[in-house]
Nanobody
Framework: QVQVVESGGGLVQAGGSLGLSCTASDSTTVSFVMAWFRHAPGKDREFVAATSWNGGSTYYADSVKGRFTISRVNSKNTVYLRMNSLTPEYTSVYYC????????????????WGQGTQITVSA
């Protein structure tokens, strides 16, 4: 099992930007799909974005297209999520997750998860 650790969460004003990082404990994840999910109170865990093992393909939930960008640097065992033009609806705990190829959106398909990082967007 690979450990992944998120960082970069915090408080941001509406309209602002924030970047998240997810670093894996070893290089095993270079062959994995890496994804971000979010989980808001009272809601199901929701797919946000995913990247193929080499970053060549990226996938986004409709709710974040044009606002969020996922990327990865395999030499650093790290995947990133850049979030722009944030609104309060994006307030949530954001999780990094890993799975073997191919890319899938259901959370149940992912076998390694971080502890999550809170993002709060104030109005």
């Amino acid at each position: 099992q690979v450990q992944v650790v998120e960082s970069g969460g915090g408080l941001v004003q509406a309209g602002g930007s924030l970047g998240l990082s997810c670093t894996a404990s070893d290089s095993t994840t270079v062959s994995f799909v890496m994804a971000w999910f979010r989980h808001a109170p009272g809601k199901d865990r929701e797919f946000v974005a995913a990247t193929s093992w080499n970053g060549g393909s990226t996938y986004y939930a409709d709710s974040v297209k044009g606002r969020f960008t996922i990327s990865r640097v395999n030499s650093k065992n790290t995947v990133y999520l850049r979030m722009n033009s944030l609104t309060p609806e994006y307030t949530s705990v954001y999780y990094c997750a890993a799975k073997l190829t191919p890319v899938r959106t259901p959370a149940s398909d992912y076998h390694d998860w971080g502890q999550g990082t809170q993002i709060t967007v104030s109005a």
